[in-house]
T-cell receptor
Framework: KNQVEQSPQSLIILEGKNCTLQ??????????LRWYKQDTGRGPVSLTI?????NTKSNGRYTATLDADTKQSSLHITASQLSDSASYIC????????????FGKGTTLSVSS | DAGVTQSPTHLIKTRGQQVTLRCSPK?????VSWYQQALGQGPQFIFQ???????QRGNFPDRFSGHQFPNYSSELNVNALLLGDSALYLC?????????????FGPGTRLTVL
């Protein structure tokens, strides 16, 4: 069964600190993996998209890694800001006709001052 | 560029009623996908429209139907509403069919079924 699991479920960090969010997936055959940021009550906003051949991709203070062998991804946030408080969702797409994107439940990050 | 827009922002309905949600894609995009996001959960794919036809569908009952217009805007219709249909409904648009490319999401419509 195609699944995407994220950890931790929630996280609280102090402003200026770094953090890493985890994503494990069992989606096969794999096409690409995305990280989205979703503010409360808003639609998700894409941070990164990685294909099988990419093992790291950065977007400002956000750096995503992908290990296609172990089917794991991480999202590292550097020098966190209060505006980083949001839900971070890992999404995996299978390379299969008629298969939609499989979303994780997200990690809720709270950055406090 | 207004990005993806959705209407209404919030909606309250009662069980058994029908609802129509609307989405206008980002300029230059021709494909629209709809998602249901229950509280505390990740979005679940409902279906995708391209060239005014439903091209892909997730695991949702026939009570969920849609339409795409010649200007690429789209509607999501839900009949015989159930309490469990209460959720944030997200619309996402992209430049071409399929789900490989980046999708841009709208702000969503919050549906509450009483």
């Amino acid at each position: 069964k195609n699944q995407v699991e994220q950890s931790p479920q929630s996280l609280i960090i102090l402003e200026g600190k770094n953090c890493t969010l985890q994503c494990n997936y069992t989606v096969s055959p794999f096409s690409n993996l995305r990280w989205y940021k979703q503010d409360t009550g808003r639609g998700p906003v894409s941070l990164t998209i990685m294909t099988f051949s990419e093992n790291t991709k950065s977007n400002g203070r956000y750096t995503a890694t992908l290990d296609a062998d172990t089917k794991q991804s991480s999202l590292h946030i550097t020098a966190s800001q209060l505006s980083d408080s949001a839900s971070y969702i890992c999404v995996v797409m299978a390379n299969q006709a008629g298969t939609a994107l499989i979303f994780g439940k997200g990690t809720t990050l709270s950055v406090s001052s | 560029d207004a990005g993806v827009t959705q209407s209404p922002t919030h909606l309250i309905k009662t069980r058994g009623q029908q609802v129509t949600l609307r989405c206008s894609p980002k300029s230059g995009h021709d494909t629209v996908s709809w998602y249901q996001q229950a509280l505390g959960q990740g979005p679940q794919f409902i279906f995708q429209y391209y060239e005014e036809e439903e091209r892909q569908r997730g695991n949702f009952p026939d009570r969920f139907s849609g339409h795409q217009f010649p200007n690429y805007s789209s509607e999501l219709n839900v009949n015989a509403l159930l309490l469990g249909d209460s959720a944030l409904y997200l619309c996402a648009s992209q430049r071409k069919i399929g789900l490989a490319g980046p999708q841009f999401f709208g702000p969503g419509t919050r549906l509450t079924v009483l």
